[in-house]
């Protein structure tokens, strides 16, 4: 489906019945990283209506020239939450920089927020200003590494630590679909002009509903340790620096992520159900 915010064109799905939940996808892939992990939680857990988007410029959504920073990005997303959230309180879960975008969304309509669940979230836009662990590799199969075309060898190997065929299945039905779509040129423009937001998304009273933030210990990508300045921001948070995972924490620590969130959901429940 499409939804058009301030004349911008966004694909999004929405699936099930129930508390909304907005899925926002990181930076140069789309809504299937988001669908490939959270999909399988929901097919057990009913009462969820899950709403995948694909940001501007990203998979099936496109950008006009003028969407030109995060600032911008962030009013389309809040924009398209109003249009298919017209009412009440939802969820939002955010991948990399859709945990960037997620904690955007706490700063300007906390109100609305029921929840929060980052996913090895970026913290800090400028690379060069990270605290980045080195890069690591626990499993590799050469085998199935020859039989990669490079260029999607090269991304592969660079973002996961556990390069196996479970892996590399998960890579190519979640994070392949997006690259092979995304809007180089609106991403070259938005690093150029403003991949951070104006403001400081993390200077917010503190954000008083169940959260989540999941970080990878040997996250080469945006790293962990910066994200640990959140801990006051969400006084009802759980956060987990998980091992054996990077930038990939999702499919890298399957089964623990898959019971994080599940325990988030529950303490999501609980509170709703006392107010």
């Known amino acids: 489906m499409f939804c058009e915010v301030d004349g911008v064109s966004i694909y999004y799905e929405a699936i099930g019945e ?10 140069g892939i789309d809504h299937h990283v988001m669908t490939g992990c959270m999909e399988p939680i929901f097919k057990k857990r009913p009462g969820y209506k899950r709403i995948y988007m694909d940001l501007p410029g990203m998979g099936r959504s496109k950008a006009p020239g003028w969407l030109d920073n995060t600032d911008r990005v962030l009013d389309i997303v809040i924009g398209f939450s109003e249009m298919v959230i017209p009412e009440g309180d939802f969820l939002v ?28 979230p970026v913290i800090v ?11 690591m590799v626990f499993v590799r ?4 590494l020859a039989g990669i075309d490079p260029e999607n060898r090269e991304f592969f190997e660079r973002m996961l630590l556990l390069q196996d065929k479970r892996r590399w299945e998960r890579f ?35 954000f008083g ?7 990878g210990r040997q996250d080469a990508s945006v790293g962990y340790k910066d994200a640990l300045r959140l801990i006051d921001n969400y006084p009802r948070g759980t956060f987990a620096i998980l091992d054996r995972a990077g930038h990939g924490l999702e499919v890298e620590q399957e089964n623990v992520f898959n019971c994080l969130v599940n325990e988030w959901l529950g303490r999501v429940e609980e509170y709703r159900n006392r107010a």
């Open 18 to 27: 129930g508390y909304p939940i907005l899925m926002l996808h990181g930076y």
């Open 209 to 215: 509903r169940p959260s989540l933030i999941l970080v």
């Open 141 to 144: 199969d050469e085998k199935l």
């Open 172 to 206: 190519r039905q979640d994070i392949l679909p997006g690259r092979r779509m995304m809007d180089t040129a609106f991403l070259e423009r938005l690093k150029k002009h403003g991949y951070e937001c104006s403001f400081d998304v993390d200077r917010i009273n503190p």
């Open 125 to 135: 836009g400028e690379r060069s200003k990270r605290q980045l662990p080195p890069h």
């Open 93 to 120: 879960a955010g991948e990399s920089y859709g945990g960037y975008l997620a904690r955007g969304m706490v700063y300007k309509m906390p109100q609305r927020l029921g929840g929060a669940l980052l996913i090895c």
